[in-house]
């Protein structure tokens, strides 16, 4: 399925939960695991909106497999262990708008250019990859139920009082020029505590972020038009 393929399936989707969520338990925390998430965490904002009972800090776009495969494939190059590995995923979560940042790693990783170039594609591409491996007949199935799982049981940690949790996800923004971006965010009691923000980056990112906004902006569009029109 092509990401417009998702959007038509999993838009109506998106919204019937979101509208039953915002009715029944507004104050929940609502975390969209749902493709394409570029476009359905602007359908879950708007639905909230439109049922009176919008937080920003309390909806998620959950992009962990990003970061999953980025520690992965980096740990693999480098001879690392992967649980040790740490390289936040700011953006979106769909091909070029996936923006690691492998100039943050932890621990610090030196790369030429070209593996840096080759190792950035293959994170973007990674979701495209497994659909191949498996001749169109499914997606990431596993790998996405492990990290769905990894950043909810990072957010009841912090809603239940554990400090000092961070986690990337796709929420409202003012980070970068679009309404919604990906970024580390402290996590606490009430949802997202603070924005941690882009940081300091290359020149190689500043260049993919720049690449990446008109898509964003689109996929955002859209999912904002489709609630719009709802109905």
Avoid: W
Avoid at 45 to 74: C, M, Q, S, W
Avoid at 75 to 89: I, S
Avoid at 143 to 156: H, Q, Y
């Amino acid at each position: 399925m092509t990401r417009d393929d998702l959007f038509n399936t999993n838009a109506s989707i998106v919204a019937t939960l979101t509208a039953a969520c915002a009715q029944h338990c507004p104050e929940a925390m609502i975390c969209v695991i749902s493709n394409p998430v570029n476009s359905t965490i602007p359908i879950a904002t708007e639905v909230f909106k439109k049922h009176g009972a919008y937080n920003p800090n309390k909806i998620f776009g959950v992009t962990t497999l990003d970061i999953v495969r980025a520690n992965t494939f980096i740990a693999e190059l480098k001879g690392l262990d992967t649980a040790q590995v740490n390289v936040p995923v700011i953006g979106g979560h769909a091909r070029k708008t996936i923006i690691p940042l492998i100039s943050q790693c932890t621990p610090k990783v030196d790369l030429p250019q070209d593996q840096l170039t080759a190792v950035t594609g293959r994170i973007q591409e990674a979701g495209s990859q497994v659909v191949k491996a498996k001749a169109g007949a499914g997606s990431a199935t596993l790998s996405m139920a492990c990290t769905g799982a990894r950043f909810v049981f990072s957010l009841v940690d912090a809603v239940n009082g554990k400090e000092g949790v961070v986690e990337c996800s796709f929420v409202k923004s003012q980070e970068a020029d679009c309404a919604y971006f990906s970024t580390p965010l402290l996590l606490g009691k009430k949802g997202i505590e603070k924005n941690l923000g882009i940081g300091k980056i290359s020149p190689f990112e500043e260049k993919m972020i720049a690449e990446a906004i008109p898509e964003l902006k689109a996929s955002i569009k859209k999912g904002e038009e489709f609630v719009k029109n709802m109905k």
